[in-house]
């Protein structure tokens, strides 16, 4: 509705905007840089931050930057992965059929990588999202199986992503010491900054082909502090203001019409 008032091409706060498109923080790209190496050096990466602050999008990213041609990127989400449906879930992805118990899933799937290593050049990454929900044998599931060849070379890059918790309330209790020595690489997302989301609105705009500026300065502040800089959050009051600014006819949005969508057409001005 908004679109046409506004003459944008695109929706600027959608979920779908291409990889090329999505808004990159200094963080993000920090982090894109780390997971590249990761991937390079078949290395164990972590990464975390709260909820909404661009897990998916750092996903999304890394995915389109690895070349088809050196790398086979397997993704899997799921709470309830037990290291049996773990081995078979990347088993799956490999269009290989799983042997039933989790030894013997294990040593096919390190068969498997060997081969794509030695005979197509390339090299595997895994990277496990919604890690915070993983149960304490998962975990330590990832521990044998980065043990390989006398712990002389990691079979493939293995990238747990995960909220705050999975660092927190998981990976430093004394319990996952083992597994904690291994990680190679830790990385935290951060919130944006003032700066960060006022350039991340304009770069969600010009994507959108929008050429007029529509939030004024005073919106943006009270974008930033109603979102407290976490990206999900900024796209929920961006979308129902320019919503809301369209029905009223306003070309431009301010902080007045920012604060009534927060306080009217938000829950609990978050959700």
């Known amino acids: 509705?908004?679109?046409?008032?506004?003459?944008?091409?695109?929706?600027?706060?959608?979920r779908d905007i291409p990889p090329e498109s999505l808004y990159e923080s200094r963080a993000m790209t920090e982090t894109l840089g780390r997971l590249a190496y990761t991937a390079d050096r078949q290395l164990f990466a972590v990464v975390t931050s709260e909820s909404g602050c661009g897990k998916s999008t750092l996903i999304r990213k890394f995915a389109a930057s690895l070349s088809k041609d050196d790398y086979i990127m397997l993704y899997l989400s799921d709470s309830k992965l037990t290291p049996r449906w773990f081995y078979k879930g990347m088993l799956d992805q490999l269009g290989i059929e799983s042997k039933f118990y989790r030894g013997d899933a294990k040593r096919q799937l390190q068969k498997e990588i060997e081969a794509i290593r030695g005979i197509q050049g390339k090299k595997v990454v895994c990277v496990l999202d919604e890690a915070h929900l993983l149960e304490k044998e998962t975990i330590e599931e990832f521990r044998f199986l980065l043990n390989y060849r006398f712990d002389s070379m990691s079979p493939l890059a293995l990238i747990l992503v995960g909220q705050s918790e999975l660092w927190d309330e998981k990976l430093r209790l004394k319990r996952y010491t083992a597994v904690r020595q291994r990680i190679d690489i830790n990385c935290v997302l951060p919130k944006l900054d003032r700066s960060e989301t006022d350039q991340y609105i304009r770069s969600h705009m010009k994507y959108a082909g929008c050429e007029q500026e529509i939030f004024t300065v005073s919106a943006v502040d009270e974008i930033f502090r109603s979102s407290a800089g976490i990206p999900r959050v900024i796209n929920r009051i961006c979308d129902k203001a320019l919503m809301y600014g369209s029905q009223q006819q306003h070309r431009l949005i301010d902080d007045h019409a920012i604060t009534y969508v927060t306080e009217h057409e938000m829950l609990g001005g978050e959700g």
Request: proline share 7%.
């Open 1 to 14: 509705m908004y679109r046409k008032y506004y003459e944008m091409t695109h929706s600027p706060f959608a």
